[in-house]
């Protein structure tokens, strides 16, 4: 079918409704030959008086009505006095507002924007206009002037004005001299272009395929997606493979690329196990100072303790409790060593270890800091311990004094103020994020880390718990015996299962299990049983709250039994549409009052307001809550975070998603009072055993599979783990890898 093509329009700009720097985006009103039309889009530096030709097409807003969505503008400085007195009154220039705009336009006439750009000591002509006045008017014009060059540059490459902002942030004026010397730059992560959209650009400058910049930029695009496979490093023959793919060159143009990237320090090559892997700079120094700080803490003379036994005594009376062995060996390895790791799966008395050598370090007035890598894992650690947890990030406290280049407050000039970090939740650690942590840890500063090997890796780059568990150089204790309370729960009992290859029992359970397994014979009856659970017998049976007790997890997002499938039906049968419910559509989905909603990433700019007044900025990737108000007057929603509620701009809607069914790696670090977990067939690679336990084990109260018995034989069964490349593990090993 032959795509319609655009239509065009053109006209003044009337009056800008809503602009965000930031992004570009904007709605604006321009009188097309007595008509007058809302236009929609990207346009950034807009103003009144210009005259533009928008490409694009009509469309029927619910709420706003008729409107011309643009895909594209081209526009024209305003030629005539009164347009341009009009376009300067609109404030598109900072420094002048409509009473300077009339004074210049009095003074200058038509030649009022040539003389600010050419002839800026003129202003001082003006009255009220100083020659420094004169120097930052002309600036802020020559800037607002330079995006519109950028964005008019940039467009004929197809690239979206919220990157051509990027661009033109980082080089300027001297944008297209960048982008013609090396158009591969702009895969850079500060501006982040697929390395295919730069190539489009190169081919159409003529660049040579055997170009080095070409092959070494494919090279770091290679390395960069495999970090969101959770690899560090590659070897050196699938790097090879992959870049011949992305580049369509055969493996001796490649090869000598590699050789090369690596001679000139673009990657770092490393010889281990026969292999030789290669890696990004950045990487590469994140597991080398981690496995340096881990040896010297590992190596450093364990502290002996002659009262412990006495004071771990002591608490065990003041407390009523008598330890395990196995805990009493991780408590004592915690006072002991500078570094200790405590792991153990559900029910195994983690939570009773940790609150024991939290007490104890505190007894020896210790500073204590807990933290936890997301915002619902350190709620969690804060509840389990009594004591206050931060999420690592408010730990290390973001500097935002320069929001183009974020860092923390708290590294090695600035460590933090603490004798103990204890660690929660590991597994979900990234290699990036423990670095920082480390490098914010004074050398006599001791390590407690806590987390359940058995879980899923971190979503981002590394494996930095098994990692250190499998170097042997850091004293671990694995909690393993099942205490008798826990063995009541056949939550706890069927996690167990899981790790060791059992099929949990999945029969009829009697009244009071905590398990439960519906057989269903079709995607549809399972997605209906979903729903029935969640709308109508959990809420009925349990008095659970929809929306705060109860959530649907699923393995993968796609598919009939994935998020998206399951958060179209779920928001049908618990928010549907009604007059009286605002809302607004992004992507083709309705984010609706009433809606429970996930942020999917970090954003520390974010502000909100607790329930007792008080008011601070940060959301972060993995904070669950419901929207309370969509207000599309000032395209602003508000979302309540339990004890919070954040406001949000219309243009930072690519920041949630629906939330009434996330996935397994979404829900890691969080507990849920019930969990209703879809499984039904086995074809997805999602499928498998360490996912599985993941899963269950997100459950505090009750679990509800559904599905098919099939589908979880074949994940228990499946015991792959998906192969990450890392090298932490062997750095630590190595006697050189001190810091």
């Not at 030629?79 to 409509?98: C, E, F, M, N």
């Not at 990027?166 to 960048?178: C, D, L, N, P, V």
């Not at 009262?307 to 407390?319: F, K, N, P, T, V």
């Not at 500073?367 to 690592?392: C, N, Y």
Request: hydrophobic share 40%; proline share 4%; aromatic share 6%.
């Amino acid at each position: 079918m032959e795509k319609k093509a655009l239509e065009q329009l053109t006209g003044e700009v009337v009056d800008i409704v809503y602009s965000n720097e930031e992004t570009g985006f904007c709605v604006f009103n321009i009188d097309a030959g007595g008509e007058l039309v809302c236009v929609v889009g990207e346009a950034a530096g807009i103003g009144e008086g210009e005259e533009i030709i928008a490409h694009g097409r009509f469309t029927f807003h619910p709420t706003y009505g008729r409107q011309f969505k643009a895909a594209a503008c081209e526009r024209k400085l305003p030629g005539t006095a009164a347009a341009i007195q009009k376009y300067l009154s609109s404030g598109v220039v900072r420094g002048i507002g409509p009473v300077l705009a009339r004074r210049l336009v009095e003074a200058f006439g038509g030649e009022t924007l040539r003389v600010i750009e050419s002839e800026p000591q003129r202003l001082t002509e003006v009255k009220g206009v100083t020659p420094a006045k004169a120097g930052k008017i002309c600036e802020e014009y020559r800037r607002v002037n330079g995006i519109r060059s950028v964005m008019l540059y940039l467009s004929r490459y197809g690239i979206e004005t919220s990157a051509s902002i990027r661009i033109w942030k980082k080089w300027g004026a001297s944008t297209q001299e960048m982008v013609e010397e090396n158009p591969y730059a702009l895969c850079e992560e500060d501006i982040g272009l697929l390395f295919e959209e730069a190539d489009r650009i190169a081919g159409d400058l003529e660049f040579d395929a055997l170009d080095p910049r070409r092959l070494n930029a494919a090279l770091a695009h290679v390395l960069r997606r495999n970090l969101l496979s959770g690899h560090t490093c590659l070897p050196r023959e699938k790097l090879c493979e992959k870049a011949c793919a992305v580049l369509g060159l055969e493996r001796e143009d490649v090869a000598p690329a590699i050789t090369r990237a690596a001679a000139e320090e673009l990657l770092v090559s490393v010889q281990a196990d026969g292999r030789e892997f290669l890696y990004q700079p950045q990487l590469y120094r994140a597991e080398r100072y981690i496995a340096g700080r881990i040896r010297l803490m590992a190596e450093t003379p364990p502290d002996e303790e002659e009262r412990l036994d006495r004071d771990i005594a002591a608490l065990e009376r003041e407390q009523g409790i008598e330890f395990a062995g196995l805990q009493r060996e991780g408590i004592r390895s915690a006072l002991t060593y500078h570094i200790s790791i405590l792991t153990g799966g559900p029910g195994t008395g983690k939570t009773t270890t940790l609150n024991a050598i939290i007490s104890l370090f505190e007894a020896r007035k210790c500073k204590v800091s807990l933290a936890a890598p997301t915002g619902r894992a350190a709620k969690r650690m804060s509840d389990m311990t009594g004591r206050e947890a931060k999420t690592i990030h408010r730990l290390l406290e973001v500097d935002t004094t320069d929001p183009e280049r974020r860092r923390f407050k708290h590294h090695e000039q600035n460590p933090l103020a603490c004798d103990v970090v204890v660690l929660d939740e590991v597994s979900m650690v990234d290699v990036l994020l423990m670095e920082n942590l480390l490098r914010a840890m004074r050398l006599r500063c001791r390590l407690v880390l806590v987390g359940d090997a058995d879980q899923l890796p971190s979503v981002s780059a590394g494996n930095v718990l098994r990692d250190l568990i499998h170097s042997g150089e850091v004293h671990t204790t694995r909690l393993t015996e099942i205490f008798r309370q826990a063995r009541q729960s056949r939550i706890v009992l069927s996690a167990h299962d899981i790790v060791a290859g059992r099929i949990p029992e999945l029969g009829a359970r009697e009244r009071g299990s905590d398990f439960f397994f519906l057989p269903r014979a079709s995607d549809a009856d399972s997605l209906e049983t979903v729903g029935e659970l969640c709308v109508q017998r959990l809420p009925k049976a349990y008095g659970f709250s929809p929306l705060w007790d109860i959530q649907v997890i699923a393995p993968t997002r796609v598919g009939a039994l994935g998020t998206a499938a399951l958060n179209e039906r779920l928001q049908q049968l618990l928010n549907p549409a009604s007059p009286g419910r605002a809302q607004v559509t992004f992507l083709g989905t309705a984010l609706r009052e009433g809606d429970k909603v996930m942020q999917i990433k970090n954003n520390y700019d974010i502000e909100f307001e607790r329930d007792d007044g008080s008011r601070s900025t940060g959301v972060f990737n993995g904070d669950i809550g419901v929207i309370e108000t969509v207000d599309r007057a000032s395209r602003t929603l508000f979302i309540r975070y339990e004890d919070r509620v954040a406001e949000y701009d219309f243009d930072m809607l690519d920041q949630i998603e629906l939330a009434y069914a996330v996935t397994v790696h979404k829900s890691q670090g969080s507990e849920f009072e019930a969990v209703v977990l879809p499984l039904m067939g086995y074809p997805s690679k999602m499928y498998f055993r360490n996912l599985f336990y993941t899963a269950v084990t997100r459950a505090k109260r009750l679990l509800v599979l559904v599905g098919s018995a099939g589908a979880v034989r074949y994940m228990v069964r499946n015991d792959r783990r998906t192969v990450r490349y890392t090298g932490l593990c062997r750095f630590v090993r190595e006697e050189d890898s001190l810091v």
